[in-house]
């Protein structure tokens, strides 16, 4: 009795070549982790400092969130490093272009992280995640003052009315953008301006 079964051949004619494509990875880094890792937390230092300075005109104090600005190393992109800021609570509000992003975290979360920065700083730990962090700075919302509202405002007679309109970060929650908004009307009135609302604008 024979046993062997027949074997199923495909011609060459019909197979379609794939070629092989490695995945992508990290380039691993020749940094020094203490010097790097103490550099990281000058820059959440002043994040903090700024924080605390700014919270009267800060319209996100009262949400209890920390806005900043994260840089990644040359060669690296914001879209490839999504684990990198998840798991350090750090939400992703605004690409600037693909090394620059505007980040918001908790006060909480901000603490954690400033922990785990400590940790890395004295030994190392995390490495493959801070290492691809070449900066960390303070966002302050004046730098996206618009040109055409200095021209209006700082001339010899300015205008007795101006109309202002805000831009908040995009993609917070629903809440915060309620708090943030009713920061804004409150420091409005206090200035004898009128309040209306409009749409949220992006960045």
Not at 24 to 43: C, F, M, N, Q
Not at 107 to 113: D, G, S, T
Request: hydrophobic content about 30%.
């Amino acid at each position: 009795m024979n046993d062997k079964k027949p074997h199923f051949w495909i011609p060459d004619e019909e197979v379609e070549r794939v070629s092989k494509k490695p995945t992508g990875r990290t380039t691993p880094r020749d940094i020094v982790y203490s010097e790097h890792g103490a550099k990281l937390s000058h820059g959440l230092q002043l994040v903090k400092q700024a924080v605390e300075e700014l919270k009267e005109d800060d319209s996100l104090h009262d949400a209890g969130l920390y806005v900043f600005k994260v840089e990644l190393p040359e060669g690296e992109k914001i879209q490839h490093q999504s684990d990198l800021f998840s798991k350090n609570g750090m939400y992703v509000n605004a690409v600037k272009d693909e090394r620059h992003a505007i980040v918001s975290t908790t006060k909480h979360q901000f603490q954690i992280l400033r922990n785990r920065v400590a940790a890395y700083t004295a030994n190392g730990t995390n490495k493959t995640q801070f290492d691809y962090i070449e900066s960390i700075a303070p966002y302050i919302g004046t730098e996206k003052n618009s040109g055409e509202l200095r021209k209006k405002v700082y001339i010899d007679r300015p205008p007795e009315t101006v109309d202002i309109q805000l831009m908040f970060i995009p993609n917070l929650q629903s809440k915060d953008y309620a708090i943030a908004i009713e920061k804004v009307k409150e420091k409005n009135s206090h200035c004898a301006g009128t309040n209306s609302a409009g749409p949220l604008l992006p960045l």
